[in-house]
């Protein structure tokens, strides 16, 4: 990527909120997701390609990779972040500290593939 600061920011936004006194672990998992998001998107933006009106991380990928089949390698990352968009911002289910490292740091594998590629 080409120095674009926002997603850059984005990227480092959730891993501040794990170490707070009562961090929430939702939140976290649930930026981690939109940091890749931004990042995917930011793919399409860079190429002149119309950005895509999906939020999916594997379909933002499929699409990716049919330019650069490199996108697939990162495909166990996106998978799982995948459901974090609205996982766990419904009544019954919510992310543990597990969850919020394992989320963090496949955003930040994704989000580092994506800004070397």
Do not use: W
Request: hydrophobic share 40%; proline share 5%; aromatic share 8%.
């Amino acid at each position: 990527m080409n120095g674009s600061p926002k997603p850059r920011q984005t990227c480092l936004l959730p891993d501040g909120n794990i170490g707070r006194k009562n961090p929430n672990f939702d939140a976290v998992c649930f930026h981690a997701q939109q940091a890749v998001e931004k990042y995917l998107k930011a793919v399409f933006q860079e190429s002149g390609a119309m950005i895509p009106r999906v939020h999916s991380l594997i379909e933002l990928l499929a699409l990716i990779s049919t330019n650069d089949a490199s996108f697939l390698l990162i495909q166990g990352n996106a998978n799982v972040l995948e459901g974090y968009a609205v996982q766990f911002r419904y009544p019954g289910m919510s992310a543990d500290r597990s969850e919020a490292k394992q989320a963090l740091a496949a955003a930040e594998r994704l989000c580092s593939f994506v800004r070397i590629n």
